[in-house]
Every structure is written in C-alpha cells, then in structure tokens.
C-alpha cells in the first residue's frame, strides 16, 4: 500500500506536465502537417505556387510546432509549474519513449526509401498505398507505448487518430465520391487536438498564475 | 520499534516516539513529494501541495534545520536554480515514520 501511493504520487506529479496542453498543440500541428497539402491540394491551391511548397508546407508547421514546444515548455511551463527532477524509473520510462520513437523514425525513413524505389507495392483494392498502411500501423504501436510509458491517457485517443487519418482519407478518395474528403478527415482528427491543446493552455495560464518567489 | 504480537496489550506509548517534525502534515507532504523526485525547485513544491509561499518557506526552513531536505543551486539547462531534494537522513526517518504510524493505525483498528 506504501509503494502504490508512492507511485501514484510520482504519477500525479508527473502529470501535471500535461496540464499546460502543448503535447496537444504540438501533435496536432504535426498531424495537420500532413493532411495540409493535400488538403491544398484538393482546393487545386497547389497548382498556382511552385512545386516546393507541398514539402516547405508541411516543413513549416513542423519546425513551427517544435518552436511552440520549446518556448512554451521553457517560458511559460516551466515558470509557472516549477521545475522538478524525477527520479530513476522515471527516467528509464521517458529512455523507453526515446527509444521508441528513434524506432519509429528509423522504420519511417527504411518505409520511405522502399517505396522510393518502388520495393512496396503501391496500393491494393482498398486504394491505401501499403507504405501508409505500414506508417499508420507503426505510429499506433509507437504513441500507444509511448502513452503508457508516459502515462499520458490522451496520447491513446492521438494515436488512433495519428493512425486512422491517412489511410481513412485514401480509403475515401478511391471508394466514395465525398467531396474534399481530406479536410473532413483532418478536421476530425489534427483539429480536435488542437481545440482541446488550446483549451487546456488558457486553462492552465488561469490556475497557474506566475509566481513571484524568492527565488525568481 | 519493538516487535508485538495482535494479542498483546498495544503499546500506545510509541506515540511519543514519532517524529514530530514529520508528523506536521503541511512538512510530511514536502517530504512524500521530495522523496518520490530526485530533486524540485520552490514552485513545483508549492503548486504539488498547494502551501502558500510563507507556509512552505517556514515548514522547508524546518525541514533543512533537521537534516532531511537539502538546498542546493543546480544548473537545469544552463541556468542555475534553487534546487530541494530529500536527504539520505530525511528519506530514513520518513520510512520509519511510516512504518511506524501503519503499526500505530493497525493497532489502533484491532481495538474497536
């Protein structure tokens, strides 16, 4: 009993680092990194800026996010909720999460190349190309370890939504005539994460005021 | 603390042993959050325990006093900070308080 509320302890201290919503913030800027081109591209947005823009588009919000992350975690997380330590278990759980998602870069990057060289199959009747099948697959394994490991219960709902989004939105394109099917599957997905990233952080700039200590 | 049997009388004069400094519950909760982190600066111990700045720096005062919480300036990124952590001491004497108090509370129950 001891043990168990020392651990549930830990636990709840820990996070409390979710409070501030910029996981949220940041994963749905990454998610709707990938849907925006295509998203463009179905508005035939694409066909008037240069060839580049469906790499820089993405790449863009990608770096945007990391910068969020960054910032937000240093200049208003940290001043705000203090700054902690955590002990050995901790750390070999958070070891885990990198591992895991040096894994997933890996098996991203040898995916990429295969289907570069056209070593995948494109796609079958469904009309999801298997490198995407493969992509979604490995991003539910990964988030969902990753959850556990951080203890993170909305990371579980991300990664079926990380998971479902692209081959949702090529299942749509090939098997129905739904207009725009891309903006509809990422408004359900990469938006809901940013709504509920946004809510948090102006919830959490609310309870936690920053503190004047001594300190500081 | 001494070994007893559920039979026997319960020595409630263990009491008077525990540890007074932890026992104030604002200082025993200081320690369980410190002992669960390798090492925590001023605000994460206020908003995990939800002391007042005047209450922590009293009770922390304390607490350093005894030996069971050092005070130490540590670089976290490149910047130094005022970083607490519990002692070797301090770590000692919460288990034993709690061991001790677990056996007081059993005990306690097997009465009524």
């Known amino acids: 009993m001891e043990q168990l509320s020392f651990k549930a302890l830990e636990k709840k201290a820990f996070r409390s680092f979710f409070k501030d919503g910029i996981y949220d913030v940041f994963l749905g800027l990454i998610l709707l990194s990938f849907g925006l081109p295509l998203i463009l591209n179905e508005f035939g947005l694409l066909d008037y800026v240069t060839i580049k823009m469906p790499l820089l588009i993405p790449l863009s919000l990608n770096i945007g996010a990391l910068v969020f992350f960054i910032v937000g975690k240093k200049y208003i997380t940290a001043p705000r909720l203090g700054i902690v330590r955590f002990g050995k278990t901790r750390k070999r759980k958070m070891m885990h999460v990198k591992l895991l998602l040096a894994i997933s870069v890996l098996i991203g990057v040898i995916t990429f190349f295969l289907s570069l060289f056209k070593v995948l199959p494109v796609g079958g009747k469904t009309g999801v190309p298997i490198p995407i099948i493969i992509f979604s697959i490995q991003v539910l394994i990964v988030f969902s370890l990753a959850a556990y490991f951080m203890d993170f219960t909305r990371l579980y709902l991300y990664a079926f939504l990380f998971a479902v989004s692209m081959p949702v939105t090529f299942w749509l394109k090939k098997n129905t005539v739904m207009t725009h099917p891309t903006l509809w599957v990422f408004s359900l997905t990469a938006v809901p994460m940013l709504i509920v990233g946004w809510i948090q952080f102006v919830r959490f700039l609310r309870q936690y005021p920053r503190k004047e200590t001594a300190e500081s | ?112």
Do not use: W
Not at chain 2, 26 to 37: E, F, K, N, Q
Not at chain 2, 81 to 105: P, Q, V
């Open chain 2, 1 to 112: 603390m001494k070994s007893r049997k559920r039979t026997d009388t319960p020595d409630l004069s263990q009491l008077l042993d525990i540890d007074r400094i932890i026992h104030e519950p604002a200082r025993l909760m200081i320690l369980a959050y410190l002992s669960v982190v390798e090492s925590a600066n001023f605000i994460f111990l206020m908003n995990q325990t939800g002391l007042t700045q005047g209450n922590m720096s009293f009770h922390l005062a304390k607490l350093e006093e005894s030996g069971y919480v050092a005070i130490k300036k540590q670089f976290v990124g490149k910047r130094p900070h005022t970083m607490l952590s519990i002692t070797d001491k301090g770590n000692k004497n919460l288990k034993e308080y709690l061991k001790t108090m677990k056996g007081l509370i059993e005990c306690l129950v097997d009465l009524r």
